[in-house]
């Protein structure tokens, strides 16, 4: 991949692509899955990364309430890992919390380091308010939760 990575808008016809792509590291316990019809729920959430016209990257911005937002569903084709790519979706969704005036940023995962480079701070999961649990049925590790909550104050 190139020095300059192009980040777009998520487009409809992504979505199958962003499905599989989510899919494969959902099925290896990596991201939580998400159902097709809610990508197309969603498409508006997202970012993109193509190469040569081939969604290689995605993830989302999710506005969960008036001063919060969540980085969701990156994810990174392996062919296309260590290249940056996820730096420059991650760098996409924090611009676009600050042009909706979003103070605070959190993501779940459960490998916190990609995360703390970009300056996320880890908290204590009970510090996010109750809506952010709305989705946690859907996680096949549900109750037993092993991810971490990291926040950004941007």
Known sequence: MKADIKVDRARVSDA???HRLISHFADKGEVLPRALSEIYEDIR????????GRV???AALHVTWVDLAEIRSL???EQAQNQRVGSALVQACLEEAKELAI???FCL???PAFFEKH???????????HKVWAECYRCPKFPDCDEVAL????
């Open 75 to 77: 994810a990174v084709d």
């Open 45 to 52: 959430d997202y970012f993109v990364v193509r190469k040569r």
């Open 119 to 129: 300056g996320f701070q880890l908290i204590d999961k009970a510090e996010l308010p």
């Open 103 to 105: 103070p605070r940023v």
């Open 109 to 111: 995962v459960r490998k």
């Open 56 to 58: 290689i990257a995605c």
């Open 151 to 154: 926040i950004l104050h941007l």
């Open 16 to 18: 199958n692509s962003m």
